[in-house]
């Protein structure tokens, strides 16, 4: 079945494998204390220090939340739609047709 229908092999090899019912997910960063933070900076630190061969400057700063008015964001025009090269091509190959929607023949089993 390997050989000759891969497509169903591969569904029933899923179906094999046990689903998880629950994901969690986490931010491991957010459990550390700030001891391990710190420890964690300094080991970076020196590890650029060895990477670039000589002392590092690090910026040191905190974040503050700002806000910015709804006036000062910009105003983003839609993206240009590019014309569909294949169908100008028909278009001058035929001529321009308009494009009319199918008729919907309902089914024998809704009557």
Do not use: C, F, W
């Not at 204390?33 to 910026?59: F, H, N, R």
């Not at 001058?92 to 047709?97: D, H, K, L, W």
């Amino acid at each position: 079945m390997r050989r000759t229908q891969p497509a169903a092999y591969l569904k029933i090899l899923a179906l094999l494998v046990p689903r998880e019912h629950k994901v969690q997910h986490s931010n491991p960063i957010k459990d550390l204390t700030d001891e391990q933070l710190e420890a964690m900076i300094e080991y970076i630190k020196t590890s650029l220090e060895a990477q670039a061969g000589g002392p590092v400057k690090v910026i040191e700063g905190m974040t503050e939340p700002t806000t910015v008015p709804a006036t000062a964001l910009p105003v983003l025009e839609p993206p240009k739609r590019k014309p569909n090269r294949l169908m100008m091509e028909v278009d001058t190959a035929i001529g321009p047709q308009e494009r009319k929607p199918r008729k919907r023949v309902p089914s024998p089993a809704s009557t």
